[in-house]
């Protein structure tokens, strides 16, 4: 691990932390694909400071999610987004001779992601995050003051979901137009108007400057949901969900970045070797191919979990 920006100004605190192994994943995927993307987002309640924690990434093909940096910063705002973004741009330049040059990037639609990417990247396509655009609506039907109206949105969520999801599908402003002209018609005999209204404006007539839908990225992931499994990790594995201090954190980052640094393809490879041999082991036990000592796992299980016996107590009973 080691640190590509360091602010330590007492308002303005940020520390940039990555390692060569993470940075590299852009450039073999960049190389494989040739095109890269990325992902980013912020998380809280990790330190007791109050301070956030930057998230930065990319993915394969097979929506396996790979870190590049993380940032610990006094703010989420544009400035440190900005900064966040510069560091890492100019660190592939500076250490590797590589110009990052991503195609697209996912993020929820907060303002200070979208003015910093106008700086650094202004002809990237920005993409609003599928998660986080269905949750937005969600949110606000929620917040809905006209009961009548809450009431009906509630029952006709299912239809809000398919018609969202369809729209994510759409490969081409046309094709979003003619469809959503189709969705509209059907929303308008079961919705709202003011529903519909709110939808237009958000959702269709602000398209272009956050994208939702997939156009020409099918095979990629337009959710932030590695980002945010990462973020769950970090807190369940790490942190063991308590904030600590800012020198504590530092120490749970270093492992944290070391254990993100290894080889993806070795430890996806490693992992999936293991788990063969235990299914196949399983499946020989449940074909009554091989006697063991869950020979007849149904009764076993019934009377391990009456009993609350030790597995071992278990075994020696069948042998």
């Not at 990417?117 to 998660?131: K, M, Q, W, Y």
């Not at 749970?252 to 070795?266: A, L, N």
């Not at 041999?277 to 449940?286: E, G, H």
Request: glycine fraction near 2%; hydrophobic fraction near 40%.
């Amino acid at each position: 691990m080691f640190c590509l920006h360091s602010s330590l100004e007492e308002e303005d605190v940020l520390l940039i932390l990555t390692s060569k192994a993470l940075m590299k994943n852009v450039i073999l995927l960049n190389e494989k694909y040739q095109r890269c993307s990325f992902y980013i987002d912020a998380t809280f309640k990790l330190m007791n400071n109050g301070f956030v924690l930057l998230t930065l990434g990319t993915e394969t093909i097979n929506h396996n999610f790979l870190l590049i940096a993380c940032a610990i910063s006094a703010h989420e705002n544009t400035n440190s987004y900005k900064q966040f973004l510069l560091s890492i741009k100019n660190g592939y330049k500076s250490i590797f001779n590589f110009t990052w040059q991503p195609t697209f990037v996912v993020s929820d639609a907060a303002d200070s992601i979208s003015n910093s990417l106008e700086t650094v990247f202004p002809n990237i396509a920005h993409i609003r995050c599928f998660f986080h655009a269905s949750k937005a609506v969600k949110d606000k039907m929620t917040r809905w003051k006209d009961l009548e109206e809450k009431k009906l949105l509630k029952e006709n969520l299912g239809l809000i979901n398919y018609g969202m999801r369809l729209l994510h599908q759409t490969t081409s402003d046309e094709n979003f137009m003619d469809l959503w002209k189709l969705i509209e018609k059907e929303w308008s005999s079961k919705l709202p108007k003011a529903f519909l209204k709110y939808f237009d404006k958000n959702f269709v007539e602000n398209r272009k400057k956050l994208r939702w839908n997939r156009m020409n990225y099918l095979g990629l992931n337009l959710t932030n949901n590695g980002i945010e499994r990462l973020h769950g990790d970090l807190k369940a594995t790490y942190t063991e969900k308590k904030k600590l201090k800012i020198n504590e954190f530092l120490l749970v980052c270093s492992k944290f970045i070391r254990d993100y640094s290894i080889d993806y393809e070795e430890k996806v490879t490693s992992s999936i070797e293991k788990s063969i041999a235990v299914w196949k082991k399983a499946f020989l036990l449940l074909e009554n191919k091989e006697r063991g000592p869950f020979y007849n796992i149904k009764d076993d299980c019934a009377l391990f979990i009456k009993k609350k016996r030790k597995v071992s107590d278990l075994i020696e009973r069948k042998r």
